[in-house]
């Protein structure tokens, strides 16, 4: 295995364990304020099926990452390794995806003679956090375009070439052409679906009986935040993992030896230089994309208050 995989697999473990920590931290503090603020049972409920869900979601995601590694020799060889190990954040991020999933399924059902439900009908638009949702979607246009940039880039769709004259040439690999990218641009298709569906569940599950629609409003939101969490940071993390492949072949192919001369582009070095740079940041900025809208949440209290509905509140059905 190269040099930049062993260095991008292990900023990848190192930072999921980081994001973990930090992940199961925030829903345990949460779930501690839900089981002080919340006088109705069925808030209190629906507030611990979400942190648990959310917790067990970042297990899920870590295992997946840690399962896939390992087990990876034994399920490809070869350029196939190199695909593997570029997927497998978008993996991670599926399995994190299908936990959040089960979660909406399974939301603990309205119950008693009388039920009750806001009039106004719940669309990902009003749940969901705007700029939380718009970085995800920055992650996933960025990723889409730098992966068609470098399949274009790429004769070979595994290498970059580079002719000096026309005697000389070279290439480096691996680079994120079209054998690579390919796949990755289908896993990021995938995981921004999914990640639409599993919002779509937030806002259709059915409403917590006895609380105000404020304070359901409140917790679809934080439900639909630990979601984009998760998402954005396999997105970055995919798209850091391919600037910082392709920043490192851009210096490689940069450089070559002619008769004992050595010959360089100032180009293409500064140009893998500045993707390895942003690889790094991108690297970072996933990580801190989640200690930061998780302690912005528990600032604004983004957990519902626990609000009881008044009892004059018209019924919707039994």
């Known amino acids: 295995m190269s040099v930049p995989y062993v260095a991008l697999l292990v900023m990848l473990l190192l930072a999921l364990a980081v994001a973990a920590v930090v992940a ?10 839900e089981r002080t603020a919340f006088p109705s049972s069925a808030l209190v409920a629906a507030g611990r099926h979400a942190g648990g869900i959310d917790a067990l979601a970042w297990v899920g995601l870590v295992a997946a990452l840690v399962v896939i590694q390992v087990s990876s020799p034994s399920l490809t060889s070869g350029l196939g390794t190199g695909v593997l190990i570029g997927l497998t954040p978008a993996l991670a991020g599926a399995t994190f995806l299908a936990v959040q999933a089960f979660g909406e399924l399974t ?23 705007v700029g939380l949702r718009r970085l995800t979607w920055v992650w996933a246009g960025g990723l889409a375009l730098v992966l068609v940039a470098c399949g274009m880039a790429s004769g070979t769709g595994r290498d970059i ?19 690579y990218g390919g796949p990755l641009l289908a896993a990021t298709a995938i995981v921004v679906a999914a990640t639409e569906i599993v919002l779509r569940l937030v806002a259709r599950r059915p409403a917590v009986v006895d609380t105000t629609p404020a304070d359901d409003l409140a917790l679809r939101t934080l439900s639909s935040l630990r979601v984009l969490r998760g998402t954005q940071l396999v997105l970055a993390w995919t798209l850091a993992g391919v600037l ?5 072949a851009l210096r490689n192919v940069g450089t070559i030896e002619v008769d004992g001369a050595v010959r360089t582009s100032v180009g293409l070095v500064g140009g893998g230089t500045t993707l ?3 690889g790094l940041a991108l690297a970072l900025a996933g990580p801190v994309t989640i200690l930061f809208t998780g302690v912005a949440a528990s600032a604004r209290g983004a957990a519902p208050v626990g609000r009881a509905l008044p009892a004059a509140s018209d019924p919707v059905g039994s």
């Open 244 to 248: 910082l492949v392709a920043g490192s």
């Open 24 to 33: 199961i931290a925030l829903a345990h503090r949460l779930s501690r304020r």
């Open 107 to 129: 939301w603990p059902r309205p119950s008693g003679p009388v039920r009750r439900a806001p009039l106004t009908p719940r669309t990902v638009r009003t749940i969901a956090p």
């Open 161 to 179: 070439e580079r002719v000096w004259d026309a005697s000389s040439s070279g290439a480096a690999g691996p680079f994120p052409g079209w054998f």
């Open 276 to 278: 390895l740079a942003l």
